[in-house]
């Protein structure tokens, strides 16, 4: 069964802090794998699309990395902004054209000043 | 270029009705998707019509239908509605898939759908 596992479920550290998301997977086949931003009540928006064969993946203060053979991704949020909480959801496609989307259960951050 | 948009953004039913959700996917997309999003079972995946078929269907009841027309625009319909229908159903657009290549998918802000 593919399956999207994140943790930790939430998180609160103080502005100006860095933190790191975890994200495991069992999809089979693995085509790419997505970190999304979805702030409350809006669409999630994406940051970061990784294929297999990219370990790293910058987007200014966030950084994705892939271990394709452990099957882990890390998302990496340097420098938090209040504007960084938000729940931020792993995302990995089931189908090679990637319209059919597995989500973990995101990591749901907060970031207090 | 204008973003992917949903029509209405909330809704307000009564068990037993039927609704019908609207989405107008990103100028040039013509795969649209549909996602179910419930505090308890997150995001799960509903379906995805490309050329106005429907292509991947996930693991709902047939309650849940959809259609895609020529100009991309998509529907999604729930008849007899239950309270666990709750939720906020978001869609998301990507340029047409092919060789293998997976595109990103654009997400519109969603309906949120409240069953009485």
């Known amino acids: 069964k593919n399956q999207v596992e994140q943790s930790p479920q939430s998180l609160i550290i103080l502005e100006g802090k860095n933190c790191t998301l975890q994200?495991?997977?069992?999809?089979?086949?693995?085509?790419?794998l997505r970190w999304y931003k979805q702030d409350t009540g809006r669409g999630p928006v994406s940051l970061t699309i990784m294929t297999f064969s990219e370990n790293t993946k910058s987007n200014g203060r966030y950084t994705a990395t892939l271990d394709a053979d452990t099957k882990q991704s890390s998302l990496h949020i340097t420098a938090s902004q209040l504007s960084d909480s938000a729940s931020y959801i792993c995302?990995?496609?089931?189908?090679?054209?990637?319209?059919?989307?597995?989500f973990g259960g995101g990591t749901r951050l907060m970031v207090k000043p | 270029k204008a973003g992917v948009t949903q029509t209405p953004r909330y809704l307000i039913k009564t068990r037993g009705q039927q609704v019908t959700l609207s989405c107008s996917p990103i100028?040039?997309?013509?795969?649209v998707s549909w996602y179910q999003q419930t505090p308890g079972q997150g995001l799960q995946f509903l379906f995805e019509y490309f050329s106005e078929t429907q292509r991947n269907k996930g693991n709902f009841p047939g309650r849940f239908s959809g259609r895609q027309f020529s100009n991309s625009r998509s529907e999604m319909n729930v008849s007899t509605l239950e309270l666990g229908d709750s939720a906020l159903y978001l869609c998301?657009?990507?340029?047409?898939?092919?060789?293998?290549?997976?595109?990103?998918?654009?997400f519109g802000p969603g309906t949120r759908l409240t069953v009485t």
């Open positions: 998301a657009s990507s340029l047409a898939s092919s060789g293998g290549i997976s595109y990103e998918q654009y």
């Open positions: 995302v990995v496609p089931s189908d090679n054209a990637g319209n059919m989307l597995t």
């Open positions: 100028s040039g997309h013509r795969s």
């Open positions: 994200c495991n997977y069992t999809v089979s086949p693995f085509s790419n």
